[in-house]
Every structure is written in structure tokens, then in C-alpha cells.
């Protein structure tokens, strides 16, 4: 089997799982991975096409300009800046960027902090952190419509040690060297993100400072 094709397979039943967990609404989301690094090429979804759906025409093949490299009637990702951007700052060899409510709101809450911290959490071991008081940052950008402009704002807040994005009530951008990596970095956040709203929630209701203060990112 080609490199081509087992990348394609790859990202495919990437795509399935965010799918069955309902992680790709409204046609929102997109998926690449990188299939030579030089020259440079990676395939990425289609644009504005329903994600749920496994087609032939799921993925295109582009260079590092983001151009085709193929005769083809679709369109890559409006958002494919922004993974050629991490594909240029990073080790990444897939990158998953999906749209759900508890990252909205996540990025909503923690977004005048410019970046949300967790530690004291078994799962950011997820993220090959294993020391008692390691902490796990992830940053926030604005979501500024200039998708040009949002890629660079995004390379901007990258630093070795980040391996996820939150745009401002628009969604999260998640890396990792390989299909696997990115999809375990991804679903430790959603559910350190559900953790933290359902705290948050929880702290609230109490009205207990002291409660407040134990869950502090
Ligand atoms: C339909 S809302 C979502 C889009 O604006 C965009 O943010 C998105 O995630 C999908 O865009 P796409 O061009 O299909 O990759
Ligand atoms: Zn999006």
C-alpha cells in the first residue's frame, strides 16, 4: 500500500471516531496529516462538507502553500493556514481541529487569561507529562475572521511545549507527531474541559470560596 493511501486510511478512521463522538457540527471541523516532508505535502478535508460523511472526496493532497497538488474540483480546508502554520513551527504529522460546546465555552471563560492551566490532572500524562506538579497550558487567540491573520495569531502563541490552540468561541486546534497522538491529545482535553466546566458549574452553585479555590486552573 502507497504512503498516500496508508496516510488516507489513517486520517479516514480518525475521522470516523470525532464523528461518532458527534465532535463535527454543522459541517464544522477539518482533519490533515502529513504525507512527505520534503517536498512538503499533506493531505487535508475538503472544505465546508459534512464530516460525518466517509467519501472518496473526503481529503485533498496540497504542498506547503496550501495549493492543490492534484487536478480537483474541491476545495482544501478554508482553515489550511492554520495547519500549515503548525506543520511549519512543529513536529506535527496530524492535526485535528473540531468545533464542541465545552471547548466554546472553555475558551469563552478562560479567554481575558489568554490561556487556560491545568494541573494536578492524571490525563495531562496524555501529553508525556509526568512529573507530581507538571502543568499543561493551553493558549487562546482571538477567532479574527482574517484567516491569514488568525494562522499567524496562532504560530505567535506556539511554544515547544504546546500542543493545542483554543480560538475564541470557535473551536480548538490539536496536534500530535502521528494520527494517534493528536486524536489521545485531543480527547484528554475534552474531557479535562469537561472536568473543569462541570467544576466550574459545581463551585458556583456551592457559593463555597473555599470549593472555588480547589478547582483554581
Ligand atoms: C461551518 S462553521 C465552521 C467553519 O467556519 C470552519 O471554522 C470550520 O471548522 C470548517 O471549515 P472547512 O472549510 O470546512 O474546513
Ligand atoms: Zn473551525
Same mark, same amino acid.
Given at each position: 500500500?502507497?504512503?498516500?493511501?496508508?496516510?488516507?486510511?489513517?486520517?479516514?478512521?480518525?475521522?470516523?471516531?470525532?464523528?461518532?463522538?458527534?465532535?463535527?457540527?454543522?459541517?464544522?471541523?477539518?482533519?490533515? %496529516?502529513?504525507?512527505?516532508?520534503?517536498? #512538503?505535502?499533506?493531505?487535508?478535508?475538503?472544505?465546508?462538507?459534512?464530516?460525518?460523511?466517509?467519501?472518496?472526496?473526503? #481529503?485533498?493532497?496540497?504542498?506547503?502553500?496550501?495549493?492543490?497538488?492534484?487536478?480537483?474540483?474541491?476545495?482544501?480546508?478554508?482553515?489550511?493556514?492554520?495547519?500549515?502554520?503548525?506543520?511549519?513551527?512543529?513536529?506535527?504529522?496530524? %492535526?485535528?481541529?473540531?468545533?464542541?460546546?465545552?471547548?466554546?465555552? %472553555?475558551?469563552?471563560?478562560?479567554?481575558?487569561?489568554?490561556?487556560?492551566?491545568?494541573?494536578?490532572?492524571?490525563?495531562?500524562?496524555?501529553?508525556? %507529562?509526568?512529573?507530581?506538579?507538571?502543568?499543561?497550558?493551553?493558549?487562546?487567540?482571538?477567532?479574527?475572521?482574517?484567516?491569514?491573520?488568525?494562522?499567524?495569531?496562532?504560530?505567535?502563541?506556539?511554544?515547544?511545549?504546546?500542543?493545542?490552540?483554543?480560538?475564541?468561541?470557535?473551536?480548538?486546534?490539536?496536534?500530535?507527531?502521528?494520527? #494517534?497522538?493528536?486524536?489521545?491529545?485531543?480527547?484528554?482535553?475534552?474531557?479535562?474541559?469537561?472536568?473543569?466546566?462541570?467544576?466550574?458549574?459545581?463551585?458556583?452553585?456551592?457559593?463555597?470560596?473555599?470549593?472555588?479555590?480547589?478547582?483554581?486552573?
Amino acid at each position: 500500500m502507497s504512503n498516500l493511501l496508508k496516510r488516507w486510511n489513517e486520517l479516514a478512521e480518525i475521522k470516523d471516531e470525532l464523528a461518532a463522538r458527534d465532535w463535527f457540527p454543522g459541517t464544522s471541523g477539518n482533519l490533515s %496529516i502529513k504525507v512527505s516532508d520534503s517536498p #512538503f505535502s499533506c493531505l487535508v478535508t475538503a472544505s465546508g462538507k459534512d464530516k460525518r460523511k466517509r467519501t472518496d472526496e473526503d #481529503f485533498l493532497l496540497v504542498g506547503a502553500d496550501g495549493t492543490p497538488l492534484e487536478e480537483t474540483p474541491l476545495k482544501p480546508s478554508a482553515e489550511t493556514g492554520i495547519h500549515l502554520e503548525i506543520y511549519r513551527l512543529t513536529d506535527a504529522g496530524c %492535526i485535528l481541529h473540531v468545533h464542541t460546546v465545552d471547548n466554546n465555552v %472553555i475558551s469563552a471563560l478562560y479567554a481575558e487569561q489568554g490561556e487556560i492551566t491545568f494541573r494536578g490532572q492524571e490525563l495531562i500524562k496524555a501529553f508525556g %507529562i509526568w512529573e507530581e506538579d507538571g502543568e499543561l497550558t493551553v493558549p487562546i487567540v482571538e477567532n479574527h475572521a482574517d484567516l491569514k491573520r488568525l494562522a499567524k495569531e496562532v504560530g505567535r502563541v506556539i511554544t515547544p511545549q504546546t500542543k493545542a490552540v483554543l480560538i475564541r468561541n470557535h473551536g480548538i486546534t490539536v496536534w500530535g507527531e502521528n494520527g #494517534f497522538a493528536a486524536k489521545k491529545h485531543l480527547e484528554a482535553l475534552e474531557f479535562l474541559f469537561s472536568y473543569q466546566l462541570k467544576m466550574a458549574i459545581l463551585g458556583r452553585l456551592s457559593s463555597d470560596p473555599e470549593f472555588m479555590k480547589t478547582i483554581h486552573a
